[in-house]
């Protein structure tokens, strides 16, 4: 098949050297990261995207996918399908479906699950928005870059699935954190503390999978000096992608604010930034009751 992809950093470009791998004729551009083997580098989005029968951006925000999306769509061959794969607010995903739609185009809203390991091990969860059969002409593609694909609905429910997910992961961390630090001042071994829980109903993938204590549960960040991961400001994009869902769609999201306001202070204000955003732990652990 013939792909063009736009967007080649940390995510991108693994996801790219996938197909090429898997014996597709790839196009790629990027503003600044290379191109991976075998990838053929375009001059410009709409280079990449003419004659392609399947568009995919891997891309920072929802402002750089629109503007991507105003030179890749007249570019594009009709019957051909644009599926963007980037973490973005869910009315960008809608209007660039639309605006696809609207040029006789297939679009579908693919974001992923499984961080940069997971897209250079092809093992991503894909959560996919979009008309069926747009999905099914994807679909191969899903199944080289990742090992689930889930289609959850019209334009748009893939990156609705995408934060809600998100924000229950930002606001178990800090549950999780804030037990740990708690546990620790009531004398509580942080080992004993991960068996009861781990068993117990408190548990949870961050609790379980993603221990935040270092030395404690399976290898996490948190056992490589916080490294991340999952940085820390990304956790903050994504929950402030949840609010500004929340708030368009008029849903009392109360928790979700909160992770979010904390997720921002110690990004913001605190060494948070470029950080595995377990590292809440250390952070709450040294203070003390306001
Ligand atoms: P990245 O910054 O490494 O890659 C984005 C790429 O887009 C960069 O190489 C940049 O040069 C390129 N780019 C920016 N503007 C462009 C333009 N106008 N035209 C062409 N290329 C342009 O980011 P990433 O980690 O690969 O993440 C990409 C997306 O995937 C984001 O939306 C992110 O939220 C999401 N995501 C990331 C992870 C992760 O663990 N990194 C996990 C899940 C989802």
């Not at 003419?50 to 105003?70: K, W």
């Not at 399976?218 to 994504?238: C, V």
């Amino acid at each position: 098949m013939k792909i063009g992809f736009i967007g080649l950093g940390n995510m991108g470009g693994p996801m790219a050297a996938n197909l090429v791998k898997a014996g597709h004729r790839v196009a790629g551009f990027d503003l600044a990261a290379p191109m991976p083997e075998g990838v053929t580098a375009s001059a410009s989005a709409a280079e990449a995207a003419h004659e392609a029968e399947i568009v995919i951006t891997m891309l920072p925000n929802g402002a750089i996918l629109r503007a991507v999306a105003d030179q890749v769509i007249p570019a594009m061959a009709r019957g051909a399908v644009l599926c963007d794969c980037s973490t973005v607010d869910v009315d960008s995903a809608r209007a660039v479906a639309e605006q696809a739609a609207g040029a006789g185009l297939g679009a579908l809203d693919a974001p992923v699950s499984g961080g940069i390991s997971g897209a250079a091990a092809g093992t991503l969860t894909f959560m996919v928005g979009g008309a069926p059969e747009a999905f099914d002409r994807v679909r191969p593609l899903f199944d080289i870059m990742g090992q689930k694909a889930v289609h959850c609905g019209a334009s748009g429910t893939g990156q609705a699935a995408k934060i809600c997910n998100n924000m229950i992961l930002g606001v178990t961390m800090i549950a999780t954190c804030e037990a740990f630090a708690l546990a620790d001042k009531l004398g509580l071994d942080r080992q004993k503390m991960f068996d009861v829980v781990s068993t117990s109903s408190g548990y949870s993938w961050s609790m379980n999978a993603y221990c935040p204590a270092p030395g404690v549960g399976p290898a996490s960040p948190a056992d490589d000096g916080y490294r991340p991961g999952f940085a820390s400001e990304l956790m903050l994009k994504d929950l402030r992608l949840s609010q500004q869902a929340a708030e368009s769609a008029d849903a009392d999201t109360p928790m979700g604010e909160l992770a979010a306001a904390l997720y921002a202070r110690f990004v913001e204000q605190e060494d948070g930034k470029g950080r595995d955003f377990s590292a809440v732990l250390p952070w709450i652990a040294e203070r003390r009751r306001p």
